[in-house]
């Protein structure tokens, strides 16, 4: 896949923030934690970490693509926010993260590699203070790009294991035929959660 072609694509687009996302914002709210710090990890076009500055968050962005975290500080130059936002482009395999209060991962953490995963969901635990919240997506093993050598997919079990340290506040398995941003049609095995650490 050719990200920076899919970041430059969808900043085109009005996509709401991720539902995911949404759903912990509200607990958060109703848990009395309306701002922190929050990660937005493949931040790409930067839908979802625009939607946290908009809600008061300081945020770090973190992508791959330098020229995505690019268009994002322009953006936030432009509409306020930039004292509250910190880029950071590398890779899920190198990265290295600072205490947070969220950690959103929308249809990202899938694109890292097998062999990384381990230490990268390591790295994600630990960054996260306790009673932070975790909101992202898994590709599980019946979806139409499994199995793919440089994708990490996985079944309700490995959910599990991922989460036995964490409540989990919201889980949808969605397992159907739709379409990619792009409007190509594939079948989609997706794990939405949201969950809060012990």
């Known amino acids: ?6 970041n430059q694509n969808t900043k085109l687009m009005d996509l709401p923030i991720s539902n995911t996302l949404r759903y912990a914002l509200n607990w958060l709210e109703e848990e009395g934690n309306s ?11 930067g839908v979802d970490s625009f939607g946290l500055l908009e809600k008061g968050w300081k945020v770090t962005a973190v992508d791959f693509d330098a020229n995505a975290l690019d ?3 322009k953006k936030v130059e432009e509409y306020g926010g930039i004292d509250r936002l ?3 482009s590398t890779s899920f395999e190198e990265m290295v993260l600072p205490a ?25 635990y630990a960054s996260l203070r306790s ?18 050598e440089n994708m990490i997919f996985h079944d309700g079990k490995d ?21 990619t941003l792009g409007g190509k049609e594939k079948h989609w095995h ?4 949201a969950a809060v650490k012990r």
């Not at 896949?1 to 899919?6: A, E, I, L, Y």
């Not at 701002?35 to 076009?45: E, P, R, T, Y």
């Not at 997706?190 to 959660?193: A, E, K, L, R």
Request: hydrophobic share 40%.
């Open 159 to 179: 959910i599990g294991r991922c989460f036995e340290k964490f409540d989990i506040l919201k889980i949808q398995e969605i397992n159907r035929i739709g379409k």
């Open 190 to 193: 997706v794990f939405h959660i």
């Open 100 to 124: 947070s209060d969220l950690i959103n991962a929308s249809f990202s953490l899938p694109f890292c590699k097998p062999e990384a995963f381990e230490r990268v969901w390591s790295i994600i």
């Open 71 to 73: 268009l994002i500080q």
């Open 1 to 6: 896949m050719n990200w920076s072609t899919h």
């Open 86 to 88: 910190n880029c950071y």
């Open 35 to 45: 701002v922190g710090h929050a990660i937005d990890l493949g931040a790409g076009s």
């Open 131 to 148: 009673r932070g919240v975790f909101c992202g997506h898994f590709f599980g093993k019946e979806d139409s790009w499994f199995p793919n």
